[in-house]
């Protein structure tokens, strides 16, 4: 990856439907550059061009937080298992007090309480959980680091922008 790839990808960042034809303008390189690229970076699996959802404003009223404990040698089993739950919008392993944390979108609390109680607490390996309803969202994955610069310059540390 070099300095125009991650030009681009500063772009598309901000808009993922930003034209390309804009892109190659910005960047001094051609569209037809862009397209390769952009082909390239989605093959190899560093970029996604995605739609974002409000969940709130789609219905679901309870999303929430959840630390999970696993009781060791369980863990790659039990995040394999959670993954695969239509609930579950991030899962990842974690230090400190739990081994996973896991985001789910729930219509409503009863929703919630049910995937509690009802699945998450049956998996065999799970020890403990602890759940933290959404009260608020400031901010959504949307410009996410790595944040490139439209000039390539690449901010590689979030401490660098304070």
């Known amino acids: ?4 790839d991650r030009s681009i990808l500063s772009f598309l960042q901000k808009d993922g439907r930003k034209h390309f034809t804009e892109i190659a303008k910005a960047v001094g ?4 550059t862009v397209r390769n690229r952009v082909a390239r970076l989605q093959d190899d699996h560093v970029l996604q061009i995605i739609g974002m959802v409000d969940p709130m404003k789609m219905g679901y009223d ?20 959670i993954a695969a739950w239509p609930e ?5 392993m974690v230090s400190g007090e739990f081994d996973l944390m896991v985001e789910v979108m729930c219509q409503d609390r009863e929703h919630l309480a049910s995937l509690l109680r009802d699945r998450l607490q049956q998996v065999t390996g799970v020890r403990r959980t602890e759940s933290f309803m959404i009260l608020h969202t400031y901010k959504m994955a949307h410009g996410a ?6 000039e390539g310059n690449v901010r590689e540390k979030a401490y660098d922008t304070v």
Do not use: F, K, N, R
């Open 1 to 4: 990856m070099d300095d125009i």
């Open 29 to 32: 390189i051609t569209e037809g």
């Open 62 to 81: 309870a999303p929430a937080l959840i630390g999970v404990s696993i009781q060791p040698p369980y863990l790659e089993e039990v995040a394999e298992e």
């Open 88 to 92: 579950v919008s991030y899962l990842i």
């Open 145 to 150: 680091q790595p944040v490139s610069s439209p």
